[in-house]
């Protein structure tokens, strides 16, 4: 994520008067940030730019049929890359930090590898045991 460019005007979305006003004027940055600028709006930064990575089909295959699996079922082509931790918590290292850290939040699916786990699949009284004492771990006193 090297890369910082314009999102394309194309996927920006206009903004009505009293979002505008928001987006330039609140002292409140966590309202500032939650306009929605783009049609992938996860991505698009306050003045428009995002962060990028490109993937091609040579040095990314699994990953770029990935995106192109993605993009035929929701019909857009972008993921959002980020640390895969929660507030607190050091990022995810292994495999079991991964399971760990899935159990206890809402994250609907887990793909490590060739594994795909679907939260539904797991047992209730494991997800609420796990998540209350892994969340706890990390908060704040």
Same mark, same amino acid.
């Given at each position: ?56 089909? #040579? ?5 770029? !049929? $990935?995106?192109?699996?993605?993009? %035929? &079922? ?43 786990? #679907? ?5 209730? !009284? $494991?997800?609420?045991?796990?998540? %209350? &004492? ?8």
């Amino acid at each position: 994520m090297l890369l910082v460019a314009p999102v394309n005007p194309e996927q920006r979305v206009s903004l009505e008067a009293d979002e505008r006003k928001v987006m330039q004027t609140d002292p409140d940055l966590r309202k500032r940030v939650n306009v929605a600028r783009s049609s992938i709006p996860a991505v698009t930064h306050v003045d428009y730019s995002a962060r990028i990575q490109t993937v091609d089909p #040579l040095r990314h295959g699994r990953f770029h !049929r $990935l995106l192109r699996a993605f993009e %035929a &079922a929701s019909g857009c082509g972008v993921l959002v890359n980020t640390s895969f931790n929660v507030r607190g918590e050091p990022i995810v290292c292994t495999p079991g930090d991964a399971c760990e850290c899935f159990l206890a939040t809402d994250m609907d699916a887990l793909v490590v590898e060739n594994w795909l786990v #679907l939260k539904d699949s797991v047992p209730q !009284r $494991l997800r609420s045991t796990k998540q %209350a &004492a892994y969340l706890a771990r990390f908060s704040p006193d």
